[in-house]
């Protein structure tokens, strides 16, 4: 018997990116999937999960997919991505309960699929590493038919609490990154349900897919590959003349993306609120008029916040709905929170609108739970 832990996580910048192997900026959040493990002898997998109905399969080679929307297609994966790496023999009784909301941009699809991986991993006796999970993980999501990249995985297992947590692709590095004390941020739905669904992710799909042939198209084996080959300054001048719209847009948003990236970190790192929160302001900008994949209520949810105190916001996640990340400094929380609830919620937020602290990933979690 035992029990994993895998929080959320929200991305405070580098939207859209990580797909092209380009640094990005998430933290975990304190809100988290919880699975309780039973192992059995035989290779059954019985998972509940409360409001749901149960589901059960066994661990064998070819495991299908129930049907687009069942949430047991997540335990699924989990099973599928631990079987790509390490020999289950025995599967599980799993118990899921969930502090994280559905949809909303915060990766609950993967933490729920993570921790699925993780008690089975447990139930076997494995300890896995963070690279051996990293390498099996985001490809395991595709069994559930989303192609993101590694953020979400990389932030749920590794964050540490009171930081955020850098993560660079292609070798996988993390590097944890302290929150100034004094810095806040609130997660923000805005109510349009950012289901993983088949319109969703083909949207998705299409922005990854414009912006790998736009790199081709002006001579590079990625858009990575053209930030270190070329200047930001002439990489714009190429894409304006050479690149139709919708490869234009993908284009300019990742290499403007990656430089907000760079230059956020540095503010945190040196404590300037005021550099940060506009790095988060021009990543919405670009999210909404290059990348295009905000809507109009995240539009207005982060024109609340900022008219409210806060000195950035922007959508979080893939985009089409879900949440925006607010930031501000904690003197000002009260009344930012007080603001957005007043503006955008039409005085009653309840638990639409809620503080995130940055908080641990599965890994530290499991750590403290053996110590
Ligand atoms: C989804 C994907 C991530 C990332 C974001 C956009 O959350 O799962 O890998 O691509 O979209 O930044």
């Known amino acids: 018997m035992g029990q994993v832990a895998v929080p959320g996580r929200v991305n405070l910048i580098g939207e859209h990116i990580d797909y092209h192997d380009l640094p990005v900026l998430p933290m975990a959040l304190g809100r988290r999937i919880e699975v309780d493990w039973t192992a059995r002898e035989d290779a059954w997998v019985n998972a509940a999960s409360v409001g749901f109905e149960a589901r059960a ?3 064998e080679a070819g495991i299908e997919p129930w049907e687009a929307g069942d949430w047991g297609n997540y335990v699924k994966a989990g099973a599928v991505a631990a079987m790509q790496q390490w020999r289950l023999t025995r599967g599980a009784e799993l118990r899921v309960r969930s502090t994280l909301p559905a949809a909303a941009g915060l990766s609950s699809s993967t933490a729920l699929m993570t921790a699925c991986t993780l008690a089975l991993l447990e139930a076997n006796g494995i300890q ?3 690279e051996e ?3 099996v993980l985001p490809e ?3 069994f559930v038919g989303t192609r993101g990249g590694g953020m979400d995985h990389a932030a749920v297992l590794a964050s540490r609490e009171g930081c955020a947590l850098r993560v660079e692709f292609a070798p996988i590095r993390v590097e944890p990154v302290p929150v100034p004390s004094g810095w806040a941020f609130f997660v923000a739905d805005s109510g349009v349900k950012a289901e993983k669904s088949a319109a969703v992710k083909a949207q998705y799909n299409e922005r990854r897919f414009a912006g790998q042939r736009a790199a081709a198209r002006l001579g590079f084996a990625g858009i990575r590959q053209a930030l270190e080959k070329a200047d ?4 714009r001048r190429m894409a304006e ?3 139709e719209a919708m490869e234009r847009g993908c284009f300019l948003h990742v ?3 990656a430089q907000r990236v760079r230059d956020a970190v540095r503010a945190m790192q040196e404590g300037d609120a005021q550099r940060f929160g506009e790095r988060l302001n021009e990543s919405h900008d670009s999210l909404r008029n290059l990348l295009r994949v905000s809507c109009a209520e995240l539009d207005r949810l982060v024109e609340a916040a900022v008219e409210s105190g806060a000195l950035g916001a922007r959508l979080t996640g893939a985009g089409f709905g879900g949440a925006a990340v607010v930031f501000c400094l904690e003197e000002k ?3 930012v929170a007080e603001g957005i609830e007043r503006r955008f919620y039409g005085g009653a937020a309840g638990t639409r609108l809620f503080r995130a602290f940055p908080s641990a990933g599965a890994l530290e979690l499991t750590a403290r739970a053996g110590a």
């Not at 930001?232 to 990489?235: A, I």
């Open 232 to 235: 930001v300054d002439e990489l």
């Open 255 to 257: 290499i403007g993306e």
């Open 128 to 130: 896995a590493r963070f």
């Open 57 to 59: 399969f066994r661990l």
């Open 140 to 142: 395991g999501e595709y």
């Open 241 to 243: 003349s050479r690149l």
């Open 333 to 335: 929380a009260e009344r």
């Open 133 to 135: 999970l990293m390498a």
